[in-house]
């Protein structure tokens, strides 16, 4: 069997074609094995803020407002007989602010 000038040209063109064509697609390939690993990464990176977030939103309200919230995105509003409100402060907290970053401080 003999090859034609014709088909020795073909192949020296379109092999090295292929072979390009191959490499790029393992670098997809690769890419888009990254992405998806850094895609679950931030999935539970959320869904771990959304836990923090909850609970933290379940310590300044009580759970029922807080539901409702995150729910509906509003609330009824609900009166009471009697409350009691307390104020405080942190002792030393002007002095201990100005050492903090401007980010913690809240």
Same mark, same amino acid.
């Given at each position: 069997?003999?090859?034609?000038? *014709?088909?020795?040209?073909? %192949?020296?063109? &379109?092999?090295?074609v292929?072979?390009? #064509?191959?490499?790029?697609? !393992?670098? #997809?390939i =690769? =890419? &888009? ?5 850094? +895609?679950q990464?931030?999935?539970? /990176? $959320? /869904?771990? /803020?959304?836990?923090?977030? /909850?609970? #933290? +939103? @379940?310590q #300044?309200l009580?759970?029922? *407002?807080?539901k409702?919230?995150?729910t509906?995105?509003?609330t *009824?509003?609900?009166?009471? $007989?009697?409350?009691?409100? +307390?104020?405080?402060? *942190?002792v %030393?907290?002007?002095?201990i602010?100005? @050492?903090?970053?401007?980010?913690? !401080?809240?």
């Open positions: 069997m003999t090859i034609s000038a *014709v088909q020795f040209t073909i %192949g020296i063109v &379109i092999v090295p292929v072979i390009i #064509l191959v490499r790029n697609i !393992i670098k #997809l =690769k =890419k &888009i094995k990254n992405f998806s690993q850094d +895609l990464d931030k999935t539970c /990176e $959320l /869904e771990a /803020e959304k836990q923090r977030t /909850e609970g #933290l +939103l @379940y #300044l009580p759970r029922s *407002v807080a409702q919230l995150m509906d995105g509003s *009824v509003p609900e009166s009471y $007989l009697s409350a009691t409100i +307390l104020f405080s402060d *942190v %030393g907290f002007t002095a602010s100005r @050492y903090a970053f401007s980010k913690c !401080i809240p």
